[in-house]
């Protein structure tokens, strides 16, 4: 069934992608370190890992654009249209390169998280010691800070696009807003999930209560809300209370759907971009934003931070099968056997009639989850939902082109290639 939602930015009811024929002269270039990128193709039942090039043509005065044939019908998340209509990657022989860190890829910006993460906690505030003692469990947990990276790699890459020599206030602020976003969202996810442990470390709810947890978490939603306001953006303030919102539509479409095994594939993409996509959309374009860029570079960054979000989502979702307990540090296959069916099931389940049976049972039979395990493997469901990724990963890389190069750009491009690493 065709599903048309529209959610701030995104409008699920478009045509695929809105590529369109650029009309442009046959001058050929390459796109700028592209060989990278790995692209992936299935034969004969198996997965093969491409190295190439895509070739994309200039008008003078214009950005990058991709030549081929418009698509007239389909939705923004068919993941078949995209296969259709995507160019075709030359195979090319690429040298090999060593795998990327966050750490390094976070290099250009290490100053700017040293200064976030100084201001976490102060930023929170000392009310009330309870809260801060909730904050300082999450924010003191060794994450990644990958979202505040990217508003500071977003910020520094637009800014330099603008002539401008240094980040505003409001880049800085938006980081940390994001990141309180981000971790009062985790507090909630963990209650939800009933999760014992959070990088390593005993959940907000196991230490405090669950009545602490919810309340940490509705307070940091209340608290990035204030300091949001006071940036006086209009357009920001809107684009980032959407993100609020879709969180919440994200776990009431994912509870309304578990163990529904006549979930689509575009569902599951809607309810990844409300969950995971959302805000990193939302980061990168408000970066942008703040350095002053037109609509049409501040859209082409939404679009970067929401591919890039999708494509870490199915990641996520395909190594709950492909790594082990320890190192996802909760047992393999955990969403199946909650019920939510991920990119790999529903692949799998347009092969595999058993699974459907198995799935609908909500596993009561003993052996059961790790029979839907097995099968989700054999079927091809891994491989599909790692072309799937890739394919966001492709669409992220496009809408960087009409960045000028620089380090920081480099690194927008390296987080895209460090997420794919994850499955290599």
Known sequence: MMMSVTCGNLDFGRTALDLTSCGCSSNVVHLDRWSSLRRCSVKAGNFRADVGKRLGCFRRGSVPCQVFPTKTSGTLFNDHEITQGLPQVMNVKAEPRRPISLANVFEVVADDLQALNQNLRSIVGADNPVLMSAAEQIFGAGGKRMRPALVFLASRATAELMGLKELTREHRRLAEIIEMIHTASLIHDDVL????????????????????????????????????????????????????????????????????????????????????????????????????????????????????GLSFQVVDDILDFTQSAEQLGKPAGSDLAKGNLT???????????????????????????????????????????????????????????????SSFKLALEDMVMYNLERID
Not at 219 to 236: D, G, K, P, T
Not at 351 to 379: M, Q
Request: hydrophobic share 40%; with cysteine; proline share 2%.
């Open 343 to 405: 990119a790999p099931v529903i692949f799998a389940l347009q092969k595999e009639p058993k699974l459907r049976d198995i799935i609908e049972s909500e596993f009561c039979e003993t052996g059961s989850l790790d029979e839907a395990i097995n099968l989700v493997k054999i079927c091809g469901g891994i491989e599909r939902a790692q072309e799937l990724a890739k394919e966001k990963a492709d669409l992220a890389i496009q809408n960087l082109q009409l960045l000028p190069k």
């Open 193 to 308: 999930d009933d999760s014992d442990l959070r990088r390593g470390k005993e959940t907000v709810h196991q230490l405090f209560g669950t009545r602490v947890a919810i309340l940490a978490g509705d307070f940091m939603f209340a608290q990035s809300s204030w300091y949001l306001a006071n940036l006086e953006n209009l357009e920001v303030i809107k684009l980032i209370s959407q993100v609020i919102k879709d969180f919440a539509s994200g776990e009431i479409k994912q509870a309304s759907s578990l163990f529904d095994c006549d979930v689509e594939l575009e569902e599951y993409l809607i309810k990844s971009y409300y969950k995971t996509a959302s805000l990193i959309a939302a980061s990168t374009k408000g970066a942008a934003i703040f350095s002053g860029v037109d609509g049409k570079t501040s859209e082409q960054m939404y679009q970067y931070g929401k591919n890039l």
